[in-house]
């Protein structure tokens, strides 16, 4: 029932920023985790950022310090502002919502996943 677009991707060069945002749609009361992964040619994809409902974050270490993760509970949208791009961080980035409440006490079970933006970083 949940469905998540991503949008704000495309081509920087290194050191720039780019804001990504991701927005949930369908029978949702709330989302207790929503996440962003990466996924670059030839490898796994990784974890990047996580945010939850209390607005608690995690971050993983390669964007520490560069990568600002928040939500909108309201809009059920989260961001990730990437700054201070490089050219290891080109990839395709894709949303996740996990926790999904659709009714107070009620979650549906599911992952939910995003159909990816692609990120770009050149020198």
């Known amino acids: 029932q949940v469905h998540l677009v991503e949008s704000g991707g495309g081509s920087v060069q290194a050191g720039g920023s780019l804001r990504l945002s991701c927005a949930a749609s369908?029978?949702?009361?709330?989302?207790?985790?929503m996440d962003w992964y990466r996924q670059a040619p030839g490898k796994q994809r990784e974890l990047v950022a996580s945010i939850h409902k209390d607005g608690s974050t995690n971050y993983a270490d390669f964007v520490k310090g560069r990568f600002t993760i928040s939500r909108d509970n309201a809009k059920h949208t989260a961001y990730l502002q990437m700054n201070s791009l490089k050219l290891e961080d080109t990839a395709v980035y894709y949303c996740?919502?996990?926790?999904?409440?659709?009714?107070?006490?009620?979650?549906?079970?599911?992952?939910?996943w995003g159909q990816g933006i692609q990120v770009t970083v050149s020198s």
């Open positions: 996740n919502a996990d926790g999904v409440e659709v009714v107070p006490g009620i979650m549906d079970g599911l992952h939910h």
């Open positions: 369908g029978t949702i009361f709330s989302i207790y985790s």
